[in-house]
């Protein structure tokens, strides 16, 4: 049974900083693709960021040059550094794993994704 445990979310004001953490019960060497997505009240859940295991990147078109993806396999941890935060980052976030690379370059559609988290929210107040 794999686990994937979310934390470092909160409230902040526009323009601040998080840094979202996710433990994984497993080596994350063993995950592929590994990956952050998003859903705000109403809303489906949406493509964040992803990272594979050669370290490539994909980011969302909103939050490209203001969110960063890595991963410390040592740590069997994932994170998530978001900064300029916008009201509309607002949301649960999740973690998302899976051992397969291809899902990370196959638009990163969260039904794809065999491991999740539990979610950490995010409020982005203006």
């Known amino acids: 049974q794999v686990q994937l445990v979310e934390s470092g979310g909160g409230s902040v004001q526009a323009g601040g900083s998080l840094r979202l953490a996710c433990a994984a019960s497993r080596n994350t060497n063993n995950f592929d693709c590994m990956g952050w997505f998003r859903q705000a009240p109403g809303k489906e859940r949406e493509f964040v960021s992803t990272?594979?295991?050669?370290?490539?990147?994909n980011y969302a078109d909103s939050v490209t040059g203001r969110f960063s993806i890595s991963r410390d396999n040592a740590k069997n941890a994932l994170y998530l550094q978001m900064n300029s935060l916008k009201p509309g980052d607002t949301g649960m976030y999740y973690c998302?794993?899976?051992?397969?690379?291809?899902?990370?370059?196959?638009?990163?559609?969260?039904?794809?994704?065999?491991?999740w988290g539990q979610g950490t929210q995010v409020t982005i107040s203006s």
């Open positions: 998302a794993a899976d051992l397969r690379a291809w899902v990370c370059n196959s638009g990163a559609v969260p039904s794809q994704f065999a491991y």
């Open positions: 990272i594979d295991n050669l370290d490539s990147t």
